[in-house]
C-alpha cells in the first residue's frame, strides 16, 4: 500500500503512544484507541486510597543508554523529569553477611573500575567479571546458566540478579541471548550508558501525561474505553475495526498498528503466533517518610525481596519472576518483606506501616528460549497491519526501551510505504 493518510493506533501503552507520536509527528492523521480508561497500560501511576497517595504499578529503571526511551521522552518534553545518581552507582546490601557494596563503573566504555576493589561487587576479583563475556558466544536455546556458572560469587552477587530484574525470569530459564544483549547496551557501552534513571514524581509523569498533552497538541484524537473486539480481513487488507461502540469501515488509505499485550493481539490477528508464558512481578508500597539522603535504589542479595526504592511518598519492594509468591496472602507478603526493606534503608523498629502489595501476574512475556521464539515481527501479512508491543522481535526483554523501539518501527514501516 501507499503511505497512509490515517493510522489507528490500537493500544495507549508506551508503544501505541510511541507509534502515534512517531506518526503524528510527520503529520498523519492519527486515532489512538484504548480500552481502559486511561493510557499507560503496564506502566502507570495512580492513586491508591489504602496509603492515600499515588503509586506506581511497579517501580521502573531506566539506563541512560536506552536511547529510544531518551529521544522519546525528549521529544515529549520529558526528559527533566527523570532522576539517579550522576554516575552509574548501584548499591547493594546481602542480607546474608551483611556487606554493603557500591558497584561504581567509570562513564567511558574503557573499564578501569574493574581495577578498583572499591568499585566492584564486594569479594570479587577483576578476572571475575571476565565470567560475562562467555554470554557473547550464547546460542539460540541457551539459558543464562548454560553460560555463567551458578557457583560462583559473582554469579549470586552480580549475574543473577541482573538476569533475573532484566529478564523477569530466573537464570535457569532466562534466555542468555537476550542477556548477552542487555549487558552489550549497558555494560559493554560504558559507565555513561549504565546510569541509572527513574521518573522523579512518577511513571504516568514522566511517561505518559507528557505524551498525551503532546500527542492532543498534534491533533492526535484519543479514545479512552475504546476496546477492538475483532479486525475484518478482506483479501490482502484489515478491511474492518469492531470497537465495543460499533465498527469503523477502514478506508484504503487508512492502517492499523496494533499495540496491545501479547494475548490480545494473538486472539485479534489469525494464526498469529506469540508468546503464551509469562512472569509475575511483585511489588510492596510502604507509607514511610524517606530516609534523607539513602540510595534511590538498592539490590537485595539473598532475601525475598530483590529491589527496594526511596519514592517520593512511599518506600517500595520489587521482586522479579515473582510467581511463586503470587498466591501469598498479601498481609503475609507485607510482614515478610517488611524487615528486607527496614534492613536496607537502616529504618529503626517499627510496626508495619500503612502497606499496598500490587501483583502483575502477567508483567511481562517468559524471556525463555522458547517464547523468544514465538516473538512475531512488526510487519504482517496485510501491509496496513503492524504489530507493536514488548512481546515482539525488538531483540530485547519486555522493557520500556523495548516498548517504545517497537512503536517507533511499526511507524516507520508504515511511513516507508
Ligand atoms: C510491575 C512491572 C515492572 C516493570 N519494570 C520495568 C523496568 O524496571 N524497566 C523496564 O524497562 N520495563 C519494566 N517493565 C516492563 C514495561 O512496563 C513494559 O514492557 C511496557 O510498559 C509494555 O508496554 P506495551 O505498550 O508493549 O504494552 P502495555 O503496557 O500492556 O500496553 C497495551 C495497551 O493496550 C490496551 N489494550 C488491551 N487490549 C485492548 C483492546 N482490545 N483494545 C484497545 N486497547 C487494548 C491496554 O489497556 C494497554 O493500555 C515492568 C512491567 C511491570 C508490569
Known amino acids: 500500500m501507499s503511505r497512509p493518510r490515517r493510522v489507528r493506533v490500537i493500544g495507549a501503552g508506551l508503544a501505541g503512544l510511541a507509534a502515534s507520536l512517531r506518526l503524528a509527528e510527520t503529520g498523519v492523521a492519527v486515532i489512538l484507541h484504548e480500552a481502559a480508561p486511561q493510557a ?17 504499578n511497579g517501580n521502573h529503571l531506566l539506563i541512560a543508554g536506552n536511547h529510544a526511551a531518551m529521544d522519546y521522552l525528549r521529544r515529549i518534553g520529558a526528559a527533566d523529569t527523570l532522576t539517579g545518581p550522576e554516575a552509574a552507582a548501584y548499591a547493594f546490601l546481602d542480607l546474608a553477611s551483611g556487606e554493603r557494596w557500591t558497584l561504581m563503573l567509570n562513564s567511558g566504555r574503557l573499564p578501569w573500575w574493574l581495577l578498583r576493589p572499591a568499585h566492584r561487587v564486594a569479594g570479587t576479583r577483576a578476572r571475575d567479571y571476565l565470567s560475562g563475556l562467555r554470554l557473547r558466544g550464547a546460542r539460540p536455546n541457551d539459558v543464562v546458566t548454560d553460560c555463567l556458572d551458578r557457583s560462583t560469587l559473582i554469579f549470586r552477587r552480580l549475574w543473577r540478579p541482573l538476569a533475573v530484574a532484566g529478564l523477569n525470569t530466573e537464570a535457569e530459564q532466562g534466555s542468555a541471548v ?14 555513561a550508558a549504565c546510569r541509572p534513571l527513574v521518573p522523579r514524581e512518577g511513571l ?5 501525561d507528557p505524551a498525551l498533552l503532546r500527542l492532543r497538541a498534534l491533533g492526535v484524537e484519543l479514545r479512552f474505553g475504546s476496546r477492538l473486539r475483532a479486525i ?28 496491545v499485550p501479547a494475548p490480545v493481539a ?4 489469525p494464526d498469529l503466533v506469540v508468546p503464551d508464558e509469562f512472569r509475575a512481578i511483585v511489588n510492596a508500597h510502604y507509607r514511610v517518610p524517606a530516609p534523607e539522603g539513602a540510595p534511590l535504589f538498592v539490590g537485595l542479595i539473598g532475601g525475598t525481596a530483590e529491589w527496594v526504592f526511596r519514592k517520593r511518598q512511599v518506600l517500595s519492594v520489587t521482586i522479579s519472576a515473582a510467581d511463586r509468591l503470587i498466591d501469598m496472602p498479601a498481609e503475609d507478603l ?27 501476574k502477567r508483567a511481562t512475556f ?21 504489530l507493536a508491543g514488548d512481546f515482539t522481535a525488538t531483540g530485547l526483554p519486555a522493557t520500556i526501551e523495548g516498548a517504545i523501539r517497537s512503536g517507533d518501527r511499526a511507524a516507520a514501516l508504515l511511513m516507508d510505504c
Open 366 to 386: 517468559a524471556a525463555t528460549p522458547a517464547q523468544q521464539h514465538r516473538r512475531p515481527e512488526a510487519a504482517t501479512r496485510w501491509p496496513n497491519l503492524m
Open 232 to 259: 475484518e480481513f478482506a483479501g490482502e487488507r484489515a478491511a474492518a475495526l469492531a470497537f465495543e461502540e460499533g465498527s469503523e469501515r477502514l478506508t484504503a488509505e487508512e492502517a492499523v498498528i496494533l499495540a
Open 40 to 56: 499507560g497500560g503496564r506502566c502507570r501511576s495512580y492513586f491508591d486510597a489504602t496509603l492515600g497517595c499515588r503509586i506506581d
Open 266 to 269: 494473538g486472539r485479534l490477528v
Open 178 to 191: 537476550l542477556l548477552a544483549r542487555l549487558l552489550r547496551e549497558s555494560f559493554a557501552a560504558g559507565g
Open 334 to 360: 507485607a510482614a515478610r518483606l517488611w524487615p528486607e526493606m527496614r534492613r536496607a534503608y537502616d529504618l529503626a523498629e517499627r510496626d508495619l506501616p500503612p502497606w499496598q502489595i500490587v501483583k502483575e
Open 204 to 208: 504516568s509523569e514522566s511517561l505518559v
